[in-house]
T-cell receptor
Framework: IAGITQAPTSQILAAGRRMTLRCTQDMRHNAMYWYRQDLGLGLRLIHYSNTAGTTGKGEVPDGYSVSRANTDDFPLTLASAVPSQTSVYFC?????????????FGPGTRLTVL | GQNIDQPTEMTATEGAIVQINCTYQTSGFNGLFWYQQHAGEAPTFLSYNVLDGLEEKGRFSSFLSRSKGYSYLLLKELQMKDSASYLCAALDSNYQLIWGAGTKLIIKP
């Protein structure tokens, strides 16, 4: 079934640990995004990628890094997790950026940093 | 700064009609999206407006007034499965989506 998958579904992590959230899409979309969603706040863009090999910073990039080695995968890494990074993380993709294409979201990863 | 405002929570009765409002202030504007998000799930696309007026799609309609920086989502013949959060998001001049915090819609029998 076409779509976006994320792993893990949920994770509890000790502060200071390194963590990589995985995201894979099979729709051959050029653009991919990472958001975090916190109670009472709108989705906030962490990083994005317009196409394989390129990445850009969103609204809240500090403490996070991404890579886009190929079209399908867009992992998000927390180098040294802190409690304020406790959140639900959504990966999304769209056919292109610079346009009005709909973004399709993965099921999310619920991350708790203690 | 850029800002999206929508009510935090609304309650409506099964079978009724509800209107969820959204006002936006963005640097440039390239359209407005509405997404539905059930609890514990991912947002899913409902509608996109870039021109003024009403777009109807089954039980759901979305309206846009660019001059007023205002949109609404209209849900008719409410069903219990419509209980969800509804997210308003505006596309700014850089084609970045600016998201509202969402409106939690509670449907009562």
């Amino acid at each position: 079934i076409a779509g976006i998958t994320q792993a893990p579904t949920s994770q509890i992590l000790a502060a200071g640990r390194r963590m990589t959230l995985r995201c894979t899409q099979d729709m051959r979309h050029n653009a991919m995004y990472w958001y975090r969603q916190d109670l009472g706040l709108g989705l906030r863009l962490i990083h994005y990628s317009n196409t394989a090999g390129t990445t850009g910073k969103g609204e809240v990039p500090d403490g996070y890094s991404v890579s886009r080695a190929n079209t399908d995968d867009f992992p998000l890494t927390l180098a040294s997790a802190v409690p304020s990074q406790t959140s639900v993380y959504f990966c999304a993709s769209s056919s292109s950026t610079g346009g009005t294409d709909t973004q399709y979201f993965g099921p999310g990863t619920r991350l708790t940093v203690l | 700064g850029q800002n999206i405002d929508q009510p935090t929570e609304m309650t409506a009765t099964e079978g009724a009609i509800v209107q969820i409002n959204c006002t936006y202030q963005t640097s440039g504007f390239n359209g407005l999206f509405w997404y539905q998000q059930h609890a514990g799930e991912a947002p899913t696309f409902l509608s996109y407006n870039v021109l003024d007026g009403l777009e109807e799609k089954g039980r759901f309609s979305s309206f846009l007034s660019r001059s007023k920086g205002y949109s609404y989502l209209l849900l008719k013949e409410l069903q219990m499965k419509d209980s969800a959060s509804y997210l308003c998001a505006a596309l700014d001049s850089n084609y970045q989506l600016i998201w509202g915090a969402g409106t939690k819609l509670i449907i009562k029998p």
